[in-house]
């Protein structure tokens, strides 16, 4: 098996500790500047793959305005980034006991004037989401262009945190939170790290 070991400057003990006292955690500068402009690049060479994600089973839900391209194995380089967070999640078993087991990842674009409304990942542990990720893939961002993500801590505070390039938040996917309305177009992965395995 190939060798995929978490970036050595990620500090795992203070992400955990993040989750274990907030909640959530983010990772600045996850990957080499190289690596994030190859997997932008990916993620803009599918950009007319893309599916508007509000429409499910044909059910159009006002929830949300993204586009989203679900991962393929083909996919290398934003494979790796799943292939992390597969190896993260047996740090989080370690300490949480939380049994992820398997790692389900989409692209995102938001166009200017998208966003995603006020919501969970995992309502009341109604699916095996334990960890929702979120990698930002664009070249630049700057503070007024919107796209902010809004989140609830699990303490009840409130966070805004900016779609930074190169960053990964993590955070419960029990946690309420949403994307405001982005003026730009915004580019990430969203990966879930789940304690079960995807009914396909
Ligand atoms: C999601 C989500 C947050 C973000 O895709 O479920 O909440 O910052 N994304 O993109
Ligand atoms: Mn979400």
Known sequence: MEAVIIPGDWNVDQILDDLD????????????????HAVS??????LNEFRNAAIQNGVVSNIRSDHILWLRPEFQISHLHTQTLQQFSQALNRAFYLGIKEIEAHFACYHAGEFYALHRDNPQAKNGRMI???????EQWQADWG??????????Q??????????IVLFQSDLLHEVLISKQQRLSITAWLRSDTALV
Do not use: M
């Open 41 to 46: 690049q990916e993620c803009l060479s599918h």
């Open 21 to 36: 006292q907030h909640g959530f955690s983010i990772v600045d500068d996850a990957y080499s500047s190289e690596y994030q």
């Open 158 to 167: 409130w966070h805004i945190i900016q779609p930074q390039p190169n960053r």
């Open 147 to 156: 796209g902010e993500l809004r989140l609830q801590d699990k303490n009840g």
């Open 132 to 138: 929702s990720s979120v990698y930002y893939l664009h």
